[in-house]
């Protein structure tokens, strides 16, 4: 064994061990990755959420907050001084067009009625025209009918002359108005006093509300790129069936049971009045009375909660964060098995150069012998010398060989092979190849048992590369039969998988190739363990330009092997078409 092979083999020894500890490293170090991802997703998701959660309640709080802001405006634009004879109608009309003015929602107000206060008349009310006069009315409308009630009762109730507000509560969310009661100069003892009381009744335009208003406010807060994000729905404070709005048709108050956020609206909220306005008595009284909220703004994700949102969206970056992770991992294996395949083929190499170089030193020290014993005249028998001739031209024949076989796997490995197409008989490739191989038999002391159809057809195939094919599984089988055994080469014509063809089979008794062996056995310069361990020698290359050859010309090899029962190796060619054959 040679200083190189032992050095290769110790290198190989320590370079395995250090490989498998490179993959187990790589491999802990991916699965600790993976569950720190694992928790820092987590982590995330819980930031995520809170931080979803948060923007959700203050969107749902400005939502309520936007509306409730209207209505404090409208209520402090009518908010007007008056005197013992009431709000004028041109005071009121020049409210409105103020109101109107400032305002981004013009037609939120659908009416405006005025309602007095007589003595002996009673209640009156008043409709401001579109002329901006103030137009008697003998009946009440029909959705302010429960407010005259209210009104009545209110001021019938004792002792009134003590309080400061006096007839319904400023917001009416039925109807839905707001009523703006006019400031007192002063309090009296009796009733008699109240005769200048009125209230401006301000409806609201229910159908822009439900129609215009909400929807833009739910697009405005609860929008994302894909569109509205949320469903959105306005109850009943009290009575939470009783649903108001909704921000689609399909939905019903049991989709809003378990909601995500909520706020109240429909009220009046301090900071919407300025702190100069709280001297007023009337408008301090109504800030205490209306501060609770008579509609509920409920929220929930379109997904079905804010919690399934945030889970989804923790699944999917779990997916695309292990899915890079399992990118890495086949990367990396990828790299490991490319580097493995890299590492197996130097060493095929370094088995090659090895082999190729043992096997250049027995013919040419063979020759080199013979010729000094020639040049020293050491053999004077006309015989011996004949002898000794043969023998040089025998080893320069395998020197040959073996140089023609590296430059047959150079030109074929870089893509400059070319074959000369021509129908050949393949008896006649047989009979050249065991020509070529008898002194490889006689020193082997091996049988050959020949069995070659002679009406084989021809075949069409670059005569020189496939009989160097034929005595390269010669050559083999030899080499690793035993002294006394026999090889059976056989040529016959049978059915294949593109039609019918031609089979040269060659079967030895030798020991067999390893099943570990078998599907490498045509990878150039792979050598079995079984053949290194009994140092035959050799390239490696034959078989992987065997399969390269034969392949080329359509057909290709098989091989049938058991450890102990021999090796049979068979190649499949292509019959010549009939038109080839006659041409011929």
């Known amino acids: ?50 931080r979803m959660q948060a923007n959700l309640r203050s969107a749902t709080f400005r939502f309520a907050q936007e509306f409730d802001g209207e209505l404090a405006h409208i209520y402090r634009t009518f908010q007007v001084e008056s005197g013992e004879e009431g709000t004028p109608a041109g005071q ?55 407010l005259r009630r209210d009104f009545n009762h209110s001021l019938r109730r004792s002792p009134a002359q003590h309080e400061t507000t006096v007839g319904p509560s400023a917001l009416q969310p039925d109807v839905p108005a707001v009523i703006v009661q006019q400031s007192l100069l002063r309090q009296s003892s009796s009733l008699d006093r109240y005769r200048a009381i009125s209230w401006i009744v301000v409806v609201l335009n229910r159908e822009m509300l439900l129609q215009e208003i909400f929807p833009a406010l739910s697009n405005e807060y609860f929008s994302g790129d894909g569109g509205l994000e949320f469903n959105v729905a306005i109850v009943d404070a009290e009575h939470r069936d009783d649903l108001i709005y909704r921000s689609s048709p399909n939905l019903s108050v049991g989709d809003f049971e378990n909601h995500d956020a909520e706020n109240g609206t429909f009220r009046f909220r301090y900071w919407d009045f300025p702190s100069r306005t709280w001297r007023n008595r009337v ?3 109504v800030l205490e009375e209306e501060v609770e909220p008579r509609w509920m703004v409920l929220v929930k994700h379109r997904s079905g909660s804010l919690e399934a949102a945030v889970a989804r969206v923790r699944n999917r970056n779990l997916v695309i964060s292990f899915g890079a992770l399992l990118l890495l991992a086949g990367s990396v294996l990828m790299i490991i098995v490319s580097t493995r395949r890299a590492q197996r083929l130097a060493n095929q190499q370094m088995e090659f150069v090895a ?17 000094e014993n020639l040049a020293d005249a050491v ?65 082997n002391d091996v049988e050959i048992r020949l069995q070659v159809s002679e009406d084989l057809p021809l075949t069409m195939v670059d005569a020189g590369a496939v009989r160097s094919a034929i005595q390269n599984l010669i050559s083999n089988a030899i080499k690793y039969s035993t002294a006394g055994s026999s090889v059976e080469i056989e040529a016959r014509e049978a059915p294949g998988k593109a039609g019918t063809e031609i089979q040269v089979a060659v079967r030895d008794e030798g020991e067999g190739i390893l099943a570990a062996d078998l599907r490498h056995i045509f990878d150039p310069f792979y050598r079995g363990r079984g053949v290194r361990d009994a140092q035959v020698q050799g390239s490696g290359l034959g078989l992987s330009l065997v399969r390269q050859v034969i392949e080329a010309h359509g057909g290709r090899v098989s091989v049938d092997s058991s450890p102990g029962k021999g090796s049979t190796f068979i190649l499949h060619l292509p019959v010549t078409p009939p038109a080839a054959e006659n041409a011929d």
């Not at 190989?12 to 187990?24: D, F, M, N």
């Not at 082999?355 to 010729?371: D, F, K, N, Q, Y």
């Not at 043969?390 to 023609?404: P, T």
């Open 1 to 50: 064994m040679t200083d190189a092979r032992i050095a290769h083999m110790s290198y190989s020894r320590l370079a395995r061990p250090a490989s498998l500890l490179v993959v187990g490293l790589l491999a802990a170090l991916l699965v600790l990755v993976a569950v720190y991802q694992y928790n820092l997703l987590g982590e995330l998701s819980d930031a995520v959420r809170e």
């Open 92 to 146: 009121i009309a020049l409210q409105y067009a103020s109101w109107a003015n400032e305002t981004q929602l013009p037609e939120l107000i659908s009416n405006i009625y005025w309602v007095t206060h007589d003595e002996r008349e009673g209640l009156e009310l008043s409709k401001l025209n579109t002329s901006g006069e103030l137009v008697g009315l003998d009946e009440w409308p029909g959705k302010l009918e429960y």
């Open 283 to 285: 408008i301090w009284d």
């Open 355 to 371: 082999g190729v170089s043992h096997e250049l030193r027995t013919p040419l020290a063979v020759i080199r012998s013979a010729g």
């Open 379 to 443: 053999i004077e028998d006309p015989g011996r010398t004949r002898t000794y001739g043969e023998v040089i031209s025998e080893e320069g024949r395998r020197l040959s060989d073996m140089v023609e076989r590296i430059l047959l796997f150079s030109r074929i490995q870089s893509g400059h092979q070319s074959y000369k197409l021509e129908p050949v008989r393949i008896a006649e490739l047989v009979d050249e190849a065991l020509d070529a191989s008898r002194s490889l038999i006689q020193q």
